[in-house]
Each structure stands twice: as C-alpha cells, then as structure tokens.
C-alpha cells in the first residue's frame, strides 16, 4: 500500500508541478550563428549531437539515422565554425539535409531528384469501400495502394 501512495503522490506532483517550463524550441535558430568551441569524447555522433543540442538550447528532430551514428563512438573537437558546419561536423555524413522546420533543427536523409517520389503523390485510379469505421477504410485504402504499387504481393 505504501508504495502505491508514494507512485500515485509522485503522478500527483509530477501532473501538476509548477516550476517554469524550459521553452527551448520557441525561437528557430540561426544556422549561420558561430560555434566557438565544441568537444566531446568517447561517444556516438547522434549522442554528441544531443548533448550539443542540450548546451545550446537547441531542439533537433531526426527523421533519418544511419546506424553507424548510433553506434560509431567517435571524438570531436569543434572550433569557430557556423553552427550548420558543426552539426555536418558532428555528424560527419554527406548524405544527411539539414533544415530548420518551426524550431527544430530538422536531420533527414538527403534524396536526389529521382527518388523524390511520395506516396502521397501517388493517385489511385478509383477507390471504393463499403461503409465502415475509419479504421476499416484506411486499412482498405492501405492495402488498395500497396497492391497498385506491388501487385505481386
């Protein structure tokens, strides 16, 4: 019973604490702001970044990880660059795009021009369903899609 007590109490304060929020993704960044100095050891690139990130009140969204930045511990020692050259830097692939989106510095893998494609753009010929929940339709639509691009499956 007693730890029951103490979980919920610790839910309680944790649902209604009032101490300021730290807003750090309020503001975009400026990626032509320069980095003075940066250091890390012994650690991923993508835990680097973080860290970065953390120091410098900056908020990064990663749509695209290598595994290789996850799990390569690497040291850097990053001098008076821009702060877009220090996170190339830090991450040091030439294949990733980075973008501020809002206030995010958005990480995401970069295409060329013929693999541009979404599938977002794609159109169906027709498409026809019986009535039903939102859950069934967009199951039907899925799997309508996914015939039309593979009709192997």
Same mark, same amino acid.
């Given at each position: 019973?007693?730890?029951?007590?103490?979980?919920?109490?610790?839910?309680?304060?944790?649902?209604?604490?009032?101490?300021?929020?730290?807003?750090?993704?309020?503001?975009?960044?400026? @990626?032509?702001? $320069? !980095?003075?100095?940066?250091?890390?050891?012994?650690?991923? #690139? *993508?835990?680097?970044?973080? %860290?970065?990130?953390?120091?410098?009140?900056?908020?990064?969204?990663?749509?695209?990880?290598?595994?290789?930045?996850?799990?390569?511990?690497?040291?850097?020692?990053?001098?008076?660059?821009?702060?877009?050259?220090?996170?190339?830097?830090?991450?040091?692939?030439?294949? @990733?795009?980075? $973008? !501020?989106?809002?206030?995010?510095?958005?990480?995401?893998? #970069? *295409?060329?021009?013929?693999? %541009?494609?979404?599938?977002?753009?794609?159109?169906?010929?027709?498409?026809?369903?019986?009535?039903?929940?939102?859950?069934?339709?967009?199951?039907?639509?899925?799997?309508?899609?996914?015939?039309?691009?593979?009709?192997?499956?």
């Amino acid at each position: 019973m007693r730890l029951k007590t103490a979980f919920l109490l610790l839910v309680f304060l944790a649902l209604f604490d009032t101490r300021p929020v730290h807003a750090g993704c309020m503001r975009p960044p400026d @990626l032509s702001t $320069r !980095v003075a100095e940066f250091s890390s050891s012994q650690a991923s #690139r *993508v835990g680097a970044l973080m %860290r970065f990130g953390r120091e410098r009140n900056l908020c990064f969204g990663l749509e695209y990880v290598t595994p290789s930045l996850l799990t390569g511990i690497t040291d850097l020692r990053i001098h008076d660059v821009s702060l877009l050259r220090a996170i190339e830097l830090i991450l040091g692939e030439a294949e @990733l795009e980075i $973008r !501020v989106d809002n206030a995010v510095i958005v990480i995401t893998r #970069r *295409v060329p021009p013929t693999e %541009r494609s979404n599938l977002f753009d794609y159109v169906l010929p027709g498409f026809t369903v019986r009535r039903g929940s939102v859950e069934e339709i967009t199951a039907a639509l899925y799997m309508q899609l996914r015939l039309r691009l593979n009709p192997a499956i």
